[in-house]
């Protein structure tokens, strides 16, 4: 087995990792700000710089895995960019990195990675057909089909968070109507509740929403758990906006196991009882739910970069 | 290349067709009313005869490629159950056929082998991942991913009818709530037409609805083309719900190529375009427009025999 390089590609930071054994844990770890408005070059220049720095002195036999946000192509290793990565509009960083190097290269989407770093060595080990679903500033995920990343034509597919759950909804960060991002994710449920405040209903987070700064999810979960009615509302509906799609996703993908990650689920223990109770309620027919089960991540924070290297020891 | 025996198991009929080199067209074929009523062993019975009397005086080396409705297990071999089968509970139709024949026999969903027929002989041919749509009474249909069938655990995968467009929208034959097919399918839109109506709107609809036959989604097609505004309306609001799922579909999955099949594609002038537009605008990211085209099934009424032969053929 030869060494992995893996880099988690961030709007924050450039994260890279050193696997010698292909498996974790890393024996290395990097951190470097991005800077993603100074532009793609120097932004590139940055990941190369990352990787030489922990790479080994002998390069021949390494491997590269890069994690990027947004829509990507892995197949042509092209990086499309994401509201944090601004003037990535198609970027070949594949190619660039593997030219720099002269070793193998593979790019993935990071949701995407995160679903089969969880698969490999997290909630969804021995599974054969897994949903990861990562609710933080965004929704997204990844799916395993059949012990396969499911990947589509251009690897665009199991955008989870982007699908229309109610067609006269609130506008998503994509630009669409009606997605589960715009219902149900940080923002989402922050800027429901600020609704809700606006339209003057009675809440312990009156203060907070007066006050200088902007509501967020974590303080509406705060509140819900103190018991505050208004906010308890917002966190159910959120829950059973998650967990009627999840029914969606169980139609469309039969999963074995559903793996929950992301910011949002350190309001798990408020939200994951009723998601489960609306998903079982909302499948079709009970043979969806033999075996089935849900599960929170269990990597953290190196999900990325785990997902990252696992995508390398797989060229 | 041995013989295939096809069968199409349906509600009205059973429908079997003989393939002596595993592609269409078939040589033999023969059609036995299914008589539900009168339970499964009944039909079990009427099923092996069918296929007895069109087999080959050889059975060795026959395979045998049965379509059945509703959900099954195509891994375990038993089928579920639908509406229009009533008491199939847990029926283990592939080992009954496989024991009373001494032959392999391999049973799938009907949507999901219409899928398989339109991906190897019709409409999606040449692609690596497609979506098969079936509209009609239900909406149901399958995926090609990566060039394979997309199963999920237990073979539910791609129930992509019964996905959730609008929280609060009608109630589906399933008994969930707002899945495309409470809005769109043939009684979907004849549901709407005639609410419309009995809101008390203007239509040339309104002598059909008034007299003793129930309004069809092929009434409502109908004056839409003679320009009745409620029917173009509804025919419109129909074409918008599903290009808003077929967005949805494309986050899901990434085809290349979306097959629309079904009765209800006998309206396919009025709502492919709009169906279309609205998937084109609705999709998160033009780079699932790249190469992406919309197909009409190509292989009609046979299409669940020669997708019951195509599964027998990778016996």
Same mark, same amino acid.
């Given at each position: 087995?030869?060494?992995?390089l893996a880099v988690d590609l961030?709007?924050?930071?450039i994260?890279v990792?050193?696997?010698?054994?292909?498996?974790?844990?890393?024996?290395?770890?990097?951190?470097?700000?991005?800077?993603?408005?100074?532009?793609?070059?120097?932004?590139?220049?940055?990941i190369?710089?990352?990787i030489?720095?922990?790479?080994?002195?002998?390069?021949?036999?390494?491997?590269i895995g890069i994690g990027?946000?947004?829509?990507?192509?892995?197949?042509?290793?092209?990086?499309?960019?994401?509201?944090?990565?601004?003037?990535?509009?198609?970027?070949?960083?594949?190619?660039?990195?593997?030219?720099?190097?002269?070793?193998?290269?593979?790019?993935?989407?990071?949701?995407?990675?995160?679903?089969?770093?969880?698969?490999?060595?997290?909630?969804?080990?021995?599974?054969?057909?897994?949903?990861?679903?990562? &609710?933080?500033? /965004?929704? *997204?995920?990844?799916? $395993?089909?059949?012990? #396969? @990343?499911?990947? !589509?034509?251009?690897?665009?597919?199991?955008?989870?968070?982007?699908?229309?759950?109610?067609?006269?909804?609130?506008?998503?960060?994509?630009?669409?109507?009606?997605?589960?991002?715009? &219902?149900?994710? /940080?923002? *989402?449920?922050?800027? $429901?509740?600020?609704? #809700? @405040?606006?339209? !003057?209903?009675?809440?312990?987070?009156?203060?907070?929403?007066?006050?200088?700064?902007?509501?967020?999810?974590?303080?509406?979960?705060?509140?819900?758990?103190?018991?505050?009615?208004?906010?308890?509302?917002?966190?159910?509906?959120?829950?059973?906006?998650?967990?009627?799609?999840?029914?969606?996703?169980?139609?469309?993908?039969?999963?074995?196991?559903?793996?929950?990650?992301?910011?949002?689920?350190?309001?798990?223990?408020?939200?994951?009882?009723?998601?489960?109770?609306?998903?079982?309620?909302?499948?079709?027919?009970?043979?969806?739910?033999?075996?089935?089960?849900?599960?929170?991540?269990?990597?953290?924070?190196?999900?990325?970069?785990?997902?990252a290297?696992?995508?390398?020891?797989?060229?």
């Open positions: 087995v030869s060494e992995i961030g709007g924050t930071n994260r990792a050193r696997f010698p054994s292909a498996q974790p844990p890393a024996t290395n770890l990097s951190k470097t700000p991005t800077h993603a408005a100074e532009g793609t070059e120097a932004v590139v220049a940055r190369l710089q990352a030489d720095a922990l790479a080994p002195p002998s390069r021949s036999g390494m491997r990027a946000p947004g829509p990507l192509d892995p197949r042509r290793g092209r990086v499309f960019g994401a509201p944090n990565l601004p003037g990535w509009t198609d970027v070949p960083l594949r190619d660039l990195v593997a030219a720099h190097f002269g070793c193998p290269v593979a790019i993935g989407n990071d949701a995407n990675l995160a679903a089969l770093a969880e698969w490999r060595f997290g909630a969804g080990r021995g599974s054969s057909d897994m949903i990861y679903l990562t &609710i933080s500033t /965004g929704i *997204g995920g990844g799916v $395993i089909s059949d012990g #396969r @990343l499911l990947l !589509g034509t251009h690897g665009l597919a199991a955008e989870v968070g982007h699908m229309t759950i109610q067609m006269d909804g609130p506008v998503c960060s994509c630009g669409q109507r009606g997605h589960l991002e715009a &219902i149900a994710s /940080g923002p *989402g449920i922050a800027r $429901i509740a600020a609704q #809700r @405040l606006a339209a !003057g209903e009675a809440s312990t987070l009156r203060d907070q929403a007066d006050g200088k700064r902007e509501l967020t999810a974590e303080a509406v979960g705060r509140a819900a758990r103190q018991g505050d009615p208004l906010a308890s509302r917002v966190i159910d509906e959120a829950a059973v906006a998650i967990g009627c799609h999840l029914a969606n996703l169980l139609h469309a993908y039969n999963p074995q196991v559903v793996v929950f990650g992301g910011g949002v689920m350190q309001l798990g223990d408020l939200l994951l009882p009723r998601i489960e109770a609306t998903a079982r309620a909302q499948v079709m027919h009970p043979a969806y739910l033999e075996g089935f089960r849900i599960a929170r991540a269990e990597l953290g924070d190196d999900v990325g970069l785990i997902g290297m696992t995508l390398a020891s797989e060229l």
